[in-house]
């Protein structure tokens, strides 16, 4: 036998009531509960059964308005009670009470009486003394009295129905919500077609097991089951999966809220507003009783005691709404003037309890400009908190802070913020914005401490006479010592070299010397100083192993997008130039990530060119070429300033690599503007240019473009081959054009230059150099270039130069070295497509690849495949070009072995000699099973 749940007990508890009182016994009941939890459905349930069983009838419920003396005695006795005298008056009208005492004696000798009252606690005095004294009047009578209330907060109550709740002869029930048990058996016997009994702890879950909101729940559910589309489709029908909470369930709310006291009212709609159930950033204090307390001017235990019954009611689980459907319509309640006060006094309360700022402040955002300075220091706090992970937020704050400020100097601030912030997810209306603020500089409204942004960011937009008009106007107030205008000279001397005399006279030189002692220690400068005098330093051969560390240092303390441009982009520039591209691009591929998370489209634009970058000079040009398309398609189409003159540059030497020059021709299409090659991306810009042109068969032209670039190189003091190789070009040019020595000369002076400085430019000058010598030395060239190329990172030239050397040795007639380098060559390009996104096309190896007879065997891991686990690395050994006794001494095994080994492999891959084994055999061949 299944045991009965609360509300069946009450059920029988009921019930035998009526039946005792059937016996000769005046009886009564107090159903107690919170609003809409079932009392009065028990208590009809109780008159039906009472009227089945023959008794009669009494009922009546008061009205809520101003209690009339025995009104609900006369509702209750109907038209007998007009044949008695009237109550009333200023004292108990005895003689009236006992008319009616009389009367109900009349009716309880014809059979039982049920005196059934709903909402007693809104009963007059009267009435309910005179309920009172029946026990005493007509304690054999088979009378029987059911009422329901509600308990108070305060727990207060009429004296008149605290007598007759505590009288010994009441039975008291109280009701709670349905039990999971309950609201399965309730959607059991609810309509049909009902919902699955399986999914009743859904129900559960988001009504507390309140039937009248199970009940509304119901309806929705049938509504929505009713308005599918009947097609058939096969499975269960729409809503079978679980509860959806529509209009009816949302009014049933409401009316929950209608029934509550003002207090439990405040509380709820609070907590709706406050959003405490949802939402990243939500103050967990907003639901603490002590807060609550606060808000509303009560105590803690009161506070405690309203979230108990809400949750009681259904509607709360602790201090979170059980659902989102019954905050919305909590929410809905509160109109606008109601939310605007709530909202800011909680606000007020959360900022001087110390709750986060972030959470704090996402009230105020609902609020609106409040002129008060608590605000301003709020939002500015939360904006600054924001930034690790929600610039969009931090945005808003600033705005609503700039609203709130009534400080000329600091709304000015804040715009000069804004501005930068607004620049990182739009950078296309960067330029408008800083113009603006160059305007409140020249003007007063802004002070000297905001002009190094300012400037900085009109410096990357080419707008070089702004700029230098806002860093004279700062100078020329005092400020021209300041590390942030010095910075902004250093910026200019790495990035915009042309601008340099023209600030000169106001702001004084800086050196990149670390150890000028006119200078603070690096450590002790701002990052943005430390990171342009490092990259300063590479690009006047100045440069190390300590500058290369101190570059490392400072991204290592670097966030987006707290960091500013100024220091993270110099420093990755920094790597690249220093010949540790791999480094850069691991700098590169974090910030990426974060700008990507972030929604950072400015720090997208400005890292994705340097990323590429270091890709390229890596030897990957498939994979350079795809990260500077995604970079260019984040910036306005053809505006060339620093960071798209960069990346277009680098986009069209990686398509020149491979030899797209019809895509890479496509990149310069357009007119660059002229500021453009007053920069330092114009270099590569020209570089590029010139690639492309040797490629497409134009050397004057390119020669034109490779001899500009020297020469600005060399008159803004950056003359380095690390920066861009343009000797090397320029030597390429004049080779085609038939002049060896001076291709020759200026080979030496780049080899001279890169010697120390640059692996990577060294191996590629070198490359070239064996290009103009005799066969006979060549090789020893190419072995040195390879070396540097190695040490520089820059595996697309080593499989050229690994390529040349195969030549090299073909034509000294060395087919074992030569064949050892081609093979060398084709796993370094097989490398460089398992690297790249696209399909590799033809490179330059295909001359010394095409006259490779054809295999018999099959190739790659299928060849291996055929091979014991001994076997495979002579295989793969053999066919790099050792000989037997190279593979004795590599394996640690006799020359005999190594014969025998190499029969059984020439019988099971079906050819004849070494020469014939596939060139493609994985230099790291996989175990085998």
Known sequence: MKPLSGREQAVEQLERLLREA???????????????????????????????????????????????????????????????????????????????HRSLDRLAERGPVLISLDDAHLGDAESLRWLRRLGDRLAASPVAVAFTWEPRLDRRMPSALREIVYQPNTRRIHLEGLTREGVARMLAAGPEPAPSRRHAAAWHAITGGNPFLVRALQRDHADLRASAPRDGTPGEPPGEDGPVAGNGFRHAVLVCLHRLEPLEVDVCRSLALLDVASGPGTPPEAGDPTMLARLFDVSEKAVGEVIAKLTSLGLLDGARFRHRAVRDAVAESVTADEETELRYRAARLLYEAGTPAVATARQLLKVGPQRQGWAVRLLTE?????????????????????????????????????????????????????????EEVLAGALGPRHVPPIARALLWNLRFDEAAEVVGHAAAAGAAAEPGLRGVRLTAAVSFPDLLARLGAAVPPDVPDPDDPRLPDAADLPPELRAARGLRAVLARAGDEHTVARMEQILQNESLPRSSFCVVEPAILGLVYSDESASASGWCERFLADAERLGLTAWR???????????????????????????????????????????????????????????????FAGPAPSALFQTRAGLHYLFARGRHLLAAGRPHAALADFTTCGELMERWDMDTPALVPWRTGAAEAWLLLGDADRARGLLKDELSLAEGLSPRAHGIALRRLAAVHDPRERPVLLERSLRSLQAGGDRYEMAGAFGELADAYRALGDGTKARVAGRRARQIADHRRR??????????????????RPRRAERGQDALAKLSRSERPVAVLAAQGLTNREIAGRLFVTMSTVEQHLTRIYRKLGIRSRDQLPVDLPAHPAPAA
């Open 382 to 438: 939360a904006a600054a908190h924001a930034l690790d992970g929600d610039v969009p937020f931090a945005i808003e704050c600033l705005e609503l802070a700039r609203e709130c400020c009534t400080d000329a100097a600091e709304a000015g601030a804040l715009r000069a913020r804004l501005a930068g912030l607004n620049s990182m997810l739009d950078p296309a209306h960067s330029a408008s914005r800083f113009l603006a603020l160059k």
């Open 22 to 100: 059937a016996q000769g016994r005046c009886v009564f009941a107090a159903i107690s509960g919170a609003a809409t939890i079932g009392k009065s459905e028990l208590l009809r349930h109780l008159e039906e059964f009472a009227a089945e069983s023959g008794v009669t009838v009494l009922r009546a419920r008061p009205s809520g308005k101003e209690p009339v003396p025995y009104g609900i005695v006369d509702d209750l006795l109907g038209p007998e009670s007009a044949l008695l005298p009237p109550g009333g008056g200023a004292g108990p009208d005895f003689a009236a009470a006992r008319e009616r």
């Open 605 to 667: 634009a400005v890292l994705g060119g340097p990323a590429a970058l270091a890709s390229l000079r890596r030897g990957m040009p498939l994979r350079a070429a795809e990260e500077a398309r995604a970079t260019l398609a984040l910036l306005p189409e053809r505006e060339l300033g620093p960071c798209a003159g960069l990346t277009l540059a680098t986009l069209a030497e990686a398509y020149t690599a491979l030899g797209e020059t019809a895509k890479a021709a496509e990149c």
């Open 835 to 852: 690297d790249a996104p696209f399909p590799a096309p033809r490179t330059d190896l295909a001359p010394w690849t095409r006259d490779a």
